[in-house]
T-cell receptor
Framework: KAGVTQTPRYLIKTRGQQVTLSCSPI?????VSWYQQTPGQGLQFLFE???????NKGNFPGRFSGRQFSNSRSEMNVSTLELGDSALYLC??????????????FGAGTRLSVL | DAKTTQPPSMDCAEGRAANLPCNHS???????VYWYRQIHSQGPQYIIH???NNETNEMASLIITEDRKSSTLILPHATLRDTAVYYC?????????????FGKGTMLLVSP
């Protein structure tokens, strides 16, 4: 079974631009979560989508948004990029219910550099 | 979710057992213990989880104390590829969403 796929793997943007990252979950998984990882703040939760609905959101500004499609694929968007948005963005999928909801399978991440 | 405390770093010789402790003294009765690890520059990887009984799978064993206030992840025969940051996370299974809160974890260095 294919794992979680994130595209692109690397991105370079300049301040003020916007970016869209994509995540394809494991087949059959209905939950997709996004995390940001930086050396200073570690792994931080951005948001979770389940059956096309945002189920939970972390403490990030409104410039960070996401959505989930009917096939469970998800995208996250960051508008008006700032230097501090440079990070590894990780997507994780899970079945989304019961004990297994907390068993998340992570992709390799998208490394975003903002210049 | 209950707070967890882990040592910042540990060393282990290749081939020996690595025992990684986690303290979760405020854990409640319906919270599970989950372990993940993150090898450098990769996404985190799920290892194992448990409620109160000891658990074992092909990757590791999880020992939870009787009072559930602490647990130990055991890698029985550590290899160089087990060098990673290990995260202990305590989570309720019955909540309506799946959000993992990662602390700083334990950096395990396996040496030849």
């Amino acid at each position: 079974k294919a794992g979680v796929t994130q595209t692109p793997r690397y991105l370079i943007k300049t301040r003020g631009q916007q970016v869209t990252l994509s995540c394809s979950p494991i087949s059959g998984h209905r939950s997709v979560s996004w995390y940001q990882q930086t050396p200073g703040q570690g792994l931080q939760f951005l948001f979770e989508y389940f059956s096309e609905t945002q189920r939970n959101k972390g403490n990030f500004p409104g410039r960070f948004s996401g959505r989930q499609f009917s096939n469970s694929r998800s995208e996250m968007n960051v508008s008006t990029l700032e230097l501090g948005d440079s990070a590894l963005y990780l997507c994780a999928s899970s079945l989304g219910t019961g004990v297994a909801k907390n068993i998340q399978y992570f992709g390799a991440g998208t490394r975003l550099s903002v210049l | 979710d209950a707070k967890t405390t882990q040592p910042p770093s540990m060393d282990c010789a290749e081939g020996r057992a690595a025992n990684l402790p986690c303290n979760h003294s405020t854990i409640s009765g319906n919270e599970y213990v989950y372990w993940y690890r993150q090898i450098h520059s990769q996404g985190p990887q799920y290892i194992i989880h448990g409620l109160k009984n000891n658990e074992t799978n092909e990757m590791a064993s999880l020992i939870i104390t009787e009072d559930r206030k602490s647990s130990t992840l055991i890698l029985p025969h550590a290899t160089l590829r087990d060098t990673a940051v290990y995260y202990c996370i305590v989570r309720v299974a019955a909540s309506g969403y799946s959000t993992l809160t990662f602390g700083k974890g334990t950096m395990l260095l396996v040496s030849p």
